[in-house]
């Protein structure tokens, strides 16, 4: 008897596939396509198996996609510029690009021994000049629209990096993550943006044509990412400094402006240093000032962060009430969000109660809650804010009103007044794209003297990045400090002239990489509109809940952007988007940083990769975590190699069996007992891919199935040898999507001379997955009374015949007159009496 050897089989079929370019595909109007892709991976060290479930799910789905007559396109590719690489360049004394082009020669490799389904030929890395050059073009095409930018803009300051940190490095409540002895600054230099918020209305809009292919959740982090707030803006003049322009505050809440007892602004507004100058506390609050300035409290630390500010001597006058006010600075209020001041209503805000109470501040009831007892602003511990409920109190004119009334009446008087308007406003921001750093796309600008800025003419992309720039992690970006990179000529009057030295943000890269994907070697345009066309929009997309805002949320603005520049038709890129869980170990995700990865490739070296992909799709549903486990990946390798022995028993007589030559009225028990069990599996294992994804639920029911077939043995006597061929070639088609190259050589051993890669997705045979008897639940008036086992497809008469000679039902029907019968065939009876 042969042994399975995973190892030898798995190398044979993936050369077979090559050589054959079976995974190869390009567009064929005369069939239905499918777009399954897995976010593109970042490469850096090695793949583990936390990884590869988010491949093996995708590759699921491409495989039986194909066997449904699907022209699928499955594409793999390199998220290879960003920090990351250049620090471990520093680091390991090298070069980015043979950093990363090492780590995606491991990373291919890895894939590529798990047998994962893609068209290799389609593959992209970020970082080559073949691909950014694109990055560019479509950044000048922007520049064009007014979609790019560049305006002074607060950043998180490494002095001792002397460069710009993204968010996520500043940590431990405000340190370099580099070095974790140097507090971060707060500066404003120039930075190179994206106008997001000119498509804010249509991202949020949008977000209704992805309702039912898109989790739930992930459409609701995108809606409050947006943050769509209607309010109004109202001007509060201040009461005792002459010639300063009136204060705007933005608030969703107008209703509650009488319980206004203090205007706060963020430190970098600009009326603060007007405020100070001459205010008798000047001194002392600037080196506040100063202090808060360098501080960083991130938009969505608002809610928690450590309230501080100071009161800058002046105040403002209420417009509604006339009363003076006054007029703070606050750390957690951010000039980038609203119009950098509020009007502090510590009794109904969250964050106003919380700095109002450290700092003193009055604390007024302006909406009293219905049917409780009246709230008093001294002594309440939270505040109050609801406003789908109450009354307005000590609010002037307005008392009695609901909030709802107040906000609709208090909008339209400030309007009439001349000191407020009703207006919308968005939390989302613009996209800046600059980063000081070398490893990233150039941004295609040049600074002229006598010209100023001036694009990149197209014909001069892409702008390469220098070979070999002095890498170091501290002063300049190293591109300014490239004299080659920099110097340039004005492509407009031939003097001399400088490059733009800042790259652009790896977002960018990943934006629009699926696009690429359908057309990967076009050197005259990012894709072929025609191909975008047919292979548009993604069918599903497989990835991690992390990037449910940033990365999602900028893929969709790209793909407005580019369907108004002609190039898509399309409003959304992605119909379907599925976030997998996580792989655990010990409890928490899987990390080199934790120590508690487990080597994919190493794990194919011992068990084989079919092993590993099955276990990752069998130990928990696809969208719940997964806790690894040594001892349930050697059962899934125990089962595998009961079915290659299984299959290596029988093959010898299979091979010259003819296929379906019997009705059911020939089979004799053994046999319709095993087409039956195989049947109703591949029924329910069919809806599992089509409809559920729960590939757990299919394998245990393929594992059922083998289970029925060795409880049957000896099959030799009693199971003709089609038979056996019919029951053991849908096993193997079963497993195909999940454990291809087994099922590849268990095809040929079963006689089949094509590959398993030619076969169609079979279909159920209704006549053998029926049931020769059912059990089903009898009622009596709504109450279930009992169970009957009764010949499957019996009539109702029948059925109710013999629901009234049983034991146990009987009973509940004597002396009673049946008036109505329910009856679902095979599913229930239902008698209603009286």
Same mark, same amino acid.
């Given at each position: 008897?042969?042994?399975?050897?995973?190892?030898?089989?798995?190398?044979?079929?993936?050369?077979?596939?090559?050589?054959?370019?079976?995974?190869?595909?390009?567009?064929?109007?005369?069939?239905?396509?499918?777009?399954?892709?897995?976010?593109?991976?970042?490469?850096?060290?090695?793949?583990?198996?936390?990884?590869?479930?988010?491949?093996?799910?995708?590759?699921?789905?491409?495989?039986?996609?194909?066997?449904?007559?699907?022209?699928? =396109?499955?594409?793999?590719?390199?998220?290879?510029?960003? !920090?990351?690489?250049?620090?471990?360049?520093?680091?390991?004394?090298?070069?980015?690009?043979?950093?990363?082009?090492?780590? %995606?020669?491991?990373?291919?490799?890895?894939?590529?021994?798990?047998?994962?389904?893609?068209?290799?030929?389609?593959?992209?890395?970020?970082?080559?000049?073949?691909?950014?050059?694109?990055?560019?073009?479509?950044? !000048?095409?922007?520049?064009?629209?007014?979609?790019?930018?560049? #305006?002074?803009?607060?950043?998180?300051?490494?002095?001792?990096?002397?460069?710009?940190?993204?968010?996520?490095?500043?940590?431990?409540?405000?340190?370099?993550?580099?070095?974790?002895?140097?507090?971060?600054?707060?500066?404003? @230099?120039?930075?190179?943006? !994206?106008?997001? $918020?000119?498509?804010?209305?249509?991202? &949020?809009?949008? &977000?209704?044509?992805?309702?039912?292919?898109?989790?739930?959740?992930?459409?609701?982090?995108?809606?409050?990412? =947006?943050?769509?707030?209607?309010?109004?803006?109202?001007?509060?003049?201040?009461?005792?400094?002459?010639?300063?322009?009136? %204060?705007?505050?933005?608030?969703?809440?107008?209703?509650?402006?009488?319980?206004?007892?203090?205007? @706060?602004?963020?430190?970098?507004?600009?009326?603060?240093? #007007?405020?100070?100058?001459?205010?008798?506390?000047?001194?002392?609050?600037?080196? $506040?000032?100063?202090?808060?300035?360098?501080?960083?409290?991130?938009?969505?630390?608002?809610?928690?962060?450590?309230?501080?500010?100071?009161?800058?001597?002046?105040?403002?006058?209420?417009?509604?009430?006339?009363?003076?006010?006054?007029?703070?600075?606050?750390?957690?209020?951010?000039?980038?969000?609203?119009?950098?001041? @509020?009007?502090?209503?510590?009794?109904?805000? /969250?964050?106003?109660?919380?700095?109002?109470?450290?700092?003193? &501040?009055?604390?007024?009831?302006?909406?009293?809650?219905?049917?409780?007892?009246?709230?008093?602003?001294?002594? %309440?511990?939270?505040?109050?804010?609801?406003?789908?409920?109450?009354?307005?109190?000590?609010?002037?004119?307005?008392?009695?009103?609901?909030?709802?009334?107040?906000?609709?009446?208090?909008?339209?008087?400030?309007?009439?007044?001349?000191?407020?308007?009703?207006?919308?406003?968005?939390?989302?921001?613009?996209?800046?794209?600059?980063?000081?750093?070398?490893?990233?796309?150039? @941004?295609?600008? =040049?600074?002229?003297?006598?010209?100023?800025?001036?694009?990149?003419?197209?014909?001069?992309?892409?702008?390469?990045?220098?070979?070999?720039?002095?890498?170091?992690?501290?002063?300049?970006?190293?591109?300014?400090? $490239?004299?080659?990179?920099?110097?340039?000529?004005?492509?407009?009057?031939?003097?001399?002239?400088?490059?733009?030295?800042?790259?652009?943000?790896?977002?960018?890269?990943?934006?629009?990489?699926?696009?690429?994907?359908?057309?990967?070697?076009?050197?005259?345009?990012?894709?072929?509109?025609?191909?975008?066309?047919?292979?548009?929009?993604?069918?599903?997309?497989?990835?991690?809940?992390?990037?449910?805002?940033?990365?999602?949320?900028?893929?969709?603005?790209?793909? #407005?952007?580019?369907?108004?520049?002609?190039?898509?038709?399309?409003?959304?890129?992605?119909?379907?988007?599925?976030?997998?869980?996580?792989?655990?170990?010990?409890?928490?995700?899987?990390?080199?940083?934790?120590?508690?990865?487990?080597?994919?490739?190493?794990?194919?070296?011992?068990?084989?990769?079919?092993?590993?992909?099955?276990?990752?799709?069998?130990?928990?549903?696809?969208?719940?975590? !997964?806790?690894?486990?040594?001892?349930?990946?050697?059962?899934?390798?125990?089962?595998?190699?009961?079915?290659?022995?299984?299959?290596?028993?029988?093959?010898?007589?299979?091979?010259?069996?003819?296929?379906?030559?019997?009705?059911?009225?020939?089979?004799?028990? #053994?046999?319709?007992?095993?087409?039956?069990?195989?049947?109703?599996?591949?029924?329910?294992?069919?809806?599992?891919?089509?409809?559920?994804?729960?590939?757990?639920?299919?394998?245990?029911?393929?594992? /059922?199935?083998?289970?029925?077939?060795?409880?049957?043995?000896?099959?030799?006597?009693?199971?003709?040898?089609?038979?056996?061929?019919?029951?053991?070639?849908?096993? $193997?088609?079963?497993?195909?999507?999940?454990?291809?190259?087994?099922?590849?050589?268990?095809?040929?051993?079963?006689?089949?001379?094509?590959?398993?890669?030619?076969?169609?997705?079979?279909?159920?045979?209704?006549?053998?997955?029926?049931?020769?008897?059912?059990?089903?639940?009898?009622?009596?008036?709504?109450?279930?009374?009992?169970?009957?086992?009764?010949?499957?497809?019996?009539?109702?008469?029948?059925?109710?015949? %013999?629901?009234?000679?049983?034991?146990?039902?009987?009973?509940?029907?004597?002396?009673?007159?049946?008036?109505?019968?329910?009856?679902?065939?095979?599913?229930?009876?239902?008698?209603?009496?009286?």
């Amino acid at each position: 008897m042969a042994e399975y050897n995973p190892q030898s089989i798995e190398a044979r079929w993936q050369k077979r596939w090559e050589d054959a370019r079976v995974f190869e595909t390009e567009v064929d109007p005369a069939k239905p396509k499918y777009y399954v892709l897995e976010m593109l991976p970042y490469p850096s060290g090695t793949l583990h198996m936390g990884h590869m479930r988010n491949y093996a799910i995708g590759d699921v789905v491409a495989r039986v996609k194909r066997m449904r007559g699907f022209n699928v =396109i499955h594409p793999m590719g390199w998220d290879a510029f960003g !920090l990351p690489a250049e620090n471990a360049a520093i680091k390991n004394k090298t070069h980015p690009r043979d950093w990363t082009n090492v780590n %995606i020669a491991e990373f291919q490799r890895t894939l590529r021994r798990f047998g994962f389904s893609y068209d290799w030929r389609r593959e992209i890395s970020t970082c080559e000049p073949e691909y950014y050059r694109w990055n560019q073009w479509f950044f !000048l095409r922007m520049l064009e629209k007014g979609l790019a930018y560049k #305006k002074k803009s607060r950043v998180n300051w490494c002095p001792k990096c002397c460069t710009v940190l993204a968010n996520e490095q500043v940590v431990n409540g405000g340190y370099c993550w580099r070095h974790e002895d140097t507090l971060v600054e707060v500066r404003e @230099i120039e930075q190179w943006f !994206l106008k997001t $918020t000119a498509y804010a209305d249509q991202l &949020l809009d949008d &977000l209704k044509q992805l309702e039912g292919g898109w989790p739930d959740r992930v459409i609701t982090m995108q809606r409050n990412w =947006i943050g769509k707030a209607q309010g109004a803006k109202v001007k509060f003049a201040v009461a005792d400094v002459a010639g300063v322009d009136p %204060i705007e505050v933005f608030t969703t809440r107008i209703d509650t402006i009488y319980g206004a007892t203090a205007l @706060i602004l963020a430190p970098n507004h600009p009326h603060v240093a #007007k405020l100070l100058e001459g205010s008798p506390v000047r001194a002392q609050s600037e080196v $506040t000032l100063a202090k808060l300035k360098k501080s960083s409290v991130k938009a969505e630390d608002v809610a928690t962060a450590e309230k501080e500010g100071f009161f800058t001597g002046r105040h403002a006058t209420n417009p509604f009430s006339g009363e003076r006010m006054p007029i703070w600075v606050g750390n957690f209020v951010l000039m980038e969000y609203g119009t950098g001041a @509020i009007m502090a209503v510590p009794a109904h805000d /969250e964050r106003d109660f919380e700095f109002c109470r450290k700092y003193g &501040l009055p604390v007024r009831v302006v909406v009293q809650p219905d049917n409780v007892t009246p709230l008093d602003g001294a002594t %309440i511990t939270e505040p109050f804010v609801e406003h789908q409920q109450g009354r307005l109190v000590s609010s002037g004119p307005y008392n009695g009103l609901s909030p709802e009334e107040a906000i609709a009446k208090m909008g339209a008087d400030a309007e009439a007044k001349g000191f407020g308007k009703r207006e919308t406003i968005f939390r989302l921001r613009d996209w800046g794209i600059s980063r000081q750093r070398y490893w990233g796309t150039p @941004i295609p600008v =040049i600074y002229c003297a006598k010209d100023g800025l001036v694009p990149v003419p197209d014909k001069d992309l892409p702008v390469v990045l220098p070979p070999n720039p002095k890498l170091t992690g501290e002063g300049e970006s190293p591109l300014a400090s $490239t004299p080659e990179f920099v110097n340039t000529t004005c492509p407009k009057c031939g003097g001399p002239a400088r490059r733009e030295t800042d790259t652009m943000d790896t977002f960018v890269d990943s934006s629009w990489y699926f696009y690429r994907y359908c057309d990967p070697h076009n050197a005259a345009a990012p894709f072929d509109p025609t191909k975008i066309a047919y292979w548009f929009p993604i069918d599903q997309y497989i990835g991690g809940i992390t990037h449910a805002i940033l990365h999602l949320l900028y893929s969709r603005f790209w793909c #407005k952007v580019m369907r108004d520049l002609g190039l898509v038709k399309h409003d959304e890129p992605i119909k379907r988007l599925f976030t997998q869980g996580m792989v655990l170990k010990g409890g928490t995700a899987m990390s080199k940083s934790k120590g508690n990865v487990v080597g994919a490739y190493e794990m194919a070296d011992k068990f084989g990769a079919d092993t590993g992909r099955l276990y990752t799709l069998f130990a928990a549903p696809p969208e719940k975590d !997964l806790e690894w486990s040594e001892e349930s990946i050697e059962g899934a390798w125990r089962f595998l190699n009961r079915v290659f022995r299984l299959v290596d028993k029988h093959s010898e007589a299979i091979r010259g069996a003819s296929r379906g030559k019997y009705d059911g009225a020939s089979l004799n028990e #053994k046999e319709k007992g095993l087409l039956r069990k195989a049947h109703q599996t591949l029924r329910r294992v069919t809806s599992d891919f089509e409809t559920r994804w729960h590939f757990n639920s299919a394998i245990a029911l393929v594992m /059922e199935l083998t289970n029925e077939i060795y409880g049957a043995e000896p099959l030799e006597a009693s199971v003709r040898p089609e038979v056996r061929r019919e029951v053991l070639e849908l096993l $193997t088609l079963m497993l195909a999507p999940m454990t291809p190259h087994l099922s590849e050589e268990l095809w040929e051993m079963l006689g089949h001379a094509d590959g398993l890669w030619k076969s169609s997705w079979p279909a159920h045979n209704e006549e053998f997955a029926r049931d020769d008897e059912v059990e089903i639940p009898v009622q009596v008036n709504g109450k279930v009374r009992g169970r009957l086992k009764i010949a499957a497809g019996a009539k109702e008469d029948a059925v109710v015949e %013999i629901a009234q000679k049983d034991s146990t039902i009987a009973p509940h029907l004597n002396g009673k007159r049946v008036v109505k019968r329910i009856y679902v065939p095979d599913k229930l009876l239902n008698l209603v009496v009286a």
